[in-house]
């Protein structure tokens, strides 16, 4: 059985939009791409280079493979193991595609995913996948989130947590700062919401 991890990079008020440059996903009109630049540090570069070097298969929602297809092809250098690793991408209009091994998800996603996680195999990644995310949430389907919260608000974007996202509890399993100010903080999936009273 796998473990399906989220892995996103979001400012304080929790947008997860264009981190990586101004063409990234500018929809919705969103004027922030590359948010995440000014902050780069050693530590995030370590982390990054730590959790791209991991065994992992990854699930990616249509637009994000879209932006990461002719990217990475061309920067394989930086994180040579993506080329290599099976992409599971979660759509209903994309059938095939050149970059590969990839594998596509259409018809009733959730189920499809479901039967992945019983698998035998690597970890599921998902990175940015925005729109997949929140089905994924809604469906209790994360084991866990691993964040790198930047000390910035945009006050606009695609966020993380939005509504329908469902009541569930999380424990911090590890957590860094960056010299800029980065909060890097791993959870894992804790059970219900516990509640009481003062």
């Known amino acids: 059985m796998r473990k399906l991890i989220v892995l996103e990079f979001l400012t304080l008020d929790g947008v997860i939009q264009a981190g990586g440059g101004p063409t990234e996903d500018t929809s919705g009109g969103f004027v922030y791409g590359g948010w995440q630049v000014p902050y780069s540090d050693d530590l995030i570069g370590k982390v990054m280079e730590k959790q791209m070097n991991m065994s992992f ?3 990616l929602g249509r637009k994000t493979f879209e932006i990461w297809a002719p990217y990475w092809p061309e920067h ?6 993506v080329m290599s690793v099976t992409k599971y991408v979660a759509s209903n209009t994309i059938t095939s595609h050149s970059w590969k091994p990839s594998v596509f998800l259409n018809g009733n996603i959730v189920e499809k995913i479901q039967k992945l996680k019983l698998e035998d195999g690597p970890n599921l990644h998902v990175y940015g996948s925005a729109n997949l995310v929140q089905t994924l949430m809604q469906n209790d389907l994360i084991d866990e989130f691993w964040l790198k919260i930047y000390p910035i608000t945009l006050g606009s974007g695609k966020k993380l947590f939005m509504e329908g996202t469902i009541p569930a509890a999380f424990k911090l399993i590890e957590s860094q700062i960056s010299q800029t100010g980065i909060i890097i903080a791993n959870y894992k999936r804790a059970g219900e919401i516990q509640t009481g009273s003062f």
């Open 76 to 81: 394989s250098e930086i994180w040579p193991k």
């Open 57 to 59: 298969d990854l699930l």
